[in-house]
């Protein structure tokens, strides 16, 4: 088990939660989790108690990208959040989050949350605003790209 510390851009913990490692790299790992709180509803989707999240945490990348995946083994999309990089320790993994998010859909479709939180905020550091326009760029191209973990549901041929 490794613990996940979600810290605001002052560095102060938001929410802290664990998930099973799968794989660790030098500079990366992934984990796995279920969401244990109880239902969110956020418009563009929602996060169920049970729904399995495969968590996707970058040393070196200004986001990190959950996959997310229902109870019922149906993928509901990816939620990114835009975010230092993240420090991983044996232990524990902490992320400064930077306040912008990204919603990707089956199909790929971005749709970029909370742009008027991430402009309003006046705490931020020149570094912190500068890393995150370039995280939010380098995931645009990504989910672009269909770069792992990004891979879409193509809709059914209608024959037409």
Not at 23 to 36: E, K, N, Q, T
Not at 86 to 93: M, N, P, Q, T
Not at 118 to 136: H, I, K, P, V, Y
Not at 137 to 152: G, K, M, N, R, T
């Amino acid at each position: 088990m490794i613990t996940v510390v979600k810290l605001n851009p002052h560095g102060e913990p938001k929410i802290q939660y664990t998930g099973e490692v799968v794989r660790r790299l030098s500079a990366s790992i992934v984990i796995s989790a279920i969401w244990r709180h109880p239902p969110k509803d956020l418009g563009y989707t929602s996060f169920e108690p049970g729904d399995h999240f495969t968590e996707y945490y970058f040393a070196d990348r200004w986001y990190n990208i959950f996959d997310i995946v229902s109870t019922g083994g149906q993928r509901k999309g990816w939620y990114c959040n835009v975010a230092q990089p993240a420090a991983i320790f044996d232990d524990r993994i902490e992320q400064i989050d930077l306040l912008l998010d990204v919603w990707v859909d089956r199909q790929g479709a971005p749709l970029i949350l909370d742009q008027d939180e991430f402009d309003a905020d006046t705490t931020m550091s020149d570094e912190q605003r500068a890393g995150a326009c370039q995280g939010l760029q380098e995931l645009l191209q990504a989910i672009a790209a269909q770069d792992e973990p990004f891979v879409f549901t193509s809709l059914p041929d209608t024959g037409r």
